[in-house]
């Protein structure tokens, strides 16, 4: 039996047509992923609030806790934190958090109602890994223009000290800050707005 001769127009139309269901399998795969990134307005509704009382948290402390299965920061800051924050600010990709998530009543430099009290989610804006909390003032690893911030070891995306991601990280805007307010002058409702 003789071999069939090459056919260069068919073996190019099949990889073309391969390529091209890849690409679609992998959009397909990945959408969802990119959902779950977001919570959806009835997502955000139907979740219960949760208070905190933020009185009890001392001063350069990171509290952890958890509201619609995600991380939630609460950071006391201190006056010279709070300074740091204006010292990065050239080094910053979105120092004023147009691009960001965050409630009207955030739109600031803090990012916070209280200015020494910062809200956050805490899954970095990148693949959603949780960053480390980093308060050492330029640390040899991070560099002297560092004053104090969130890094993600996944992918090395970093943010100061009001979730504001720095210039040439993979992390395209800053950290989502939820909606939240204060119920009295020391309780903190996480997940509705006033």
């Known amino acids: 039996m003789a071999a069939k001769p090459f056919e260069p127009e068919r073996r ?24 779950y990134l ?16 933020v009185s009890k948290i001392a001063p350069r402390q990171l509290v952890r806790t958890e509201w619609m299965g995600r991380p939630i920061w609460i950071l006391h800051r201190t006056e010279e934190m709070l300074r740091g924050l204006e010292e990065v600010e050239t080094f910053l990709a979105d120092p004023d958090s147009e691009r960001s998530q965050q409630p009207e009543s955030c ?15 805490g899954l970095c804006t990148h693949l959603a890994c949780s960053p480390t ?8 690893d991070l560099g002297p223009e560092w004053r104090g ?22 992390a395209p805007v800053n950290l989502a800050v939820p909606p939240h307010h204060y119920r009295t002058e020391t309780l903190l409702v996480i997940g509705e707005e006033a």
């Open 38 to 53: 977001r919570p959806g307005m009835q997502a955000l509704e139907a979740a219960d609030p949760i208070e905190i009382d």
């Open 149 to 170: 911030g969130f890094f993600c070891p996944c992918h090395g995306s970093r943010f100061d000290l009001a979730g504001r991601v720095f210039k040439n990280v993979p």
């Open 107 to 121: 739109k600031n430099r803090y990012r916070s109602i209280k200015p020494e009290f910062f809200v956050a989610v």
């Open 133 to 140: 909390y980093r308060p050492e003032v330029a640390p040899p």
């Open 12 to 35: 190019r139309f099949l990889l073309q047509t391969a390529s091209v269901l890849g690409a679609v399998g992998a959009g397909m795969a990945t959408a969802p992923f990119l959902g």
